[in-house]
């Protein structure tokens, strides 16, 4: 049976796209590496998936005092994914980007690793690993093809939803903007 990681949190747009995968994966032994955030509460819901916690480092932009103990804590976080990897001896680990899976990805050895690109253009830890990475799947093909190991595969979906029902009697709207505040 072949062993994969899945790694990735911060928001629901890292996590949300690995728990679309589980689907795929029923003849794997999942495992799941992430913080004590919100990957950790959302991926418990799935009884086929063993959850690793690991101390996870948030990178606040800009330069602030806190910054400086960046590298500190990423060590201890690389240090604590080294060993969950090799206690599981994984197959492949798919990173969905995020804080949370850089130190997976750092320790991944001589596992393959797999990361999956949301957005036009990558996130800051996905720019970190792309070089280390087997393959860069991206959600653009514009995307792609600016990488070497570029491949693209578009968005990942839960597929519940494409069974919505249009005869639904609520109406839906959606919404998309960005927040701001008024000045005072």
Do not use: Q
């Amino acid at each position: 049976m072949k062993k994969v990681v899945l790694t990735g949190g911060g928001t629901a747009g890292h996590i949300m796209p690995n728990i679309a995968l589980l689907p795929y994966l029923n003849d794997c032994e999942i495992h799941y590496i992430g913080g004590n955030g919100m990957e950790k509460e959302l991926i418990s819901a799935y009884k086929n998936v063993t959850y690793h916690e690991i101390p996870c480092v948030k990178y606040s932009r800009g330069i602030k005092m806190k910054n400086l103990l960046i590298p500190f804590k990423m060590l201890k976080s690389i240090r604590a994914a080294k060993k969950v990897l090799k206690s599981i001896a994984p197959d492949v680990i798919f990173s969905k980007g995020g804080f949370v899976s850089l130190p997976v990805a750092l320790a991944a050895g001589k596992v393959p690793v797999i990361t999956h690109e949301s957005d036009m253009s990558m996130g800051l830890t996905n720019k970190i690993i792309r070089r280390k990475c087997k393959y860069v799947c991206t959600a653009f093909d514009v995307t792609s093809e600016k990488l070497k190991n570029g491949v693209y595969t578009g968005a990942m979906l839960r597929r519940e939803l494409f069974c919505g029902k249009r005869s639904s009697p609520y109406p839906t709207l959606l919404v998309m903007g960005e927040v701001w505040a008024a000045p005072p």
